[in-house]
Nanobody, 124 residues
Framework: QVQLVESGGGLVQAGGSLRLSCAASGRTFTYYGMGWFRQAPGKEREFVAGISWRGDSTYYKDSVKGRFTISRDNAKNTVYLQMDSLEPEDTAGYYC?????????????????WGQGTQVTVSS
């Protein structure tokens, strides 16, 4: 079992930036795809960004393409989400997950471990 701890959330004005981190411990992190999801109040959890185990393949939700960047450092067992040009619609709890597979995936059923989440609030 892998344990995930997200950090880096906060309150930011529209147009600002935040960098989320997700630190993993327990099960080997290196050979698994990772992903970031978000959930706003009253809405279902949705995919935001995913990355393959080598970091050579990424995939993004259309509305964050060009604004968000996912990356990982396997030596530090950490995955990041750089969020620029934030919009009020990005307000949500952000969660990282570990996939069962090494390739990038956006299917939530492929993820079997989740962190507790970090809140991102973007004011207009």
């Amino acid at each position: 079992q892998v344990q995930l701890v997200e950090s880096g959330g906060g309150l930011v004005q529209a147009g600002g930036s935040l960098r989320l981190s997700c630190a993993a411990s327990g099960r080997t992190f290196t050979y698994y795809g990772m992903g970031w999801f978000r959930q706003a109040p009253g809405k279902e959890r949705e995919f935001v960004a995913g990355i393959s185990w080598r970091g050579d393949s990424t995939y993004y939700k259309d509305s964050v393409k060009g604004r968000f960047t996912i990356s990982r450092d396997n030596a530090k067992n950490t995955v990041y989400l750089q969020m620029d040009s934030l919009e009020p619609e990005d307000t949500a709890g952000y969660y990282c997950g570990v996939s069962r597979w090494g390739s990038v995936t956006k299917d939530m059923t492929d993820f079997d471990s989740w962190g507790q989440g970090t809140q991102v609030t973007v004011s207009s």
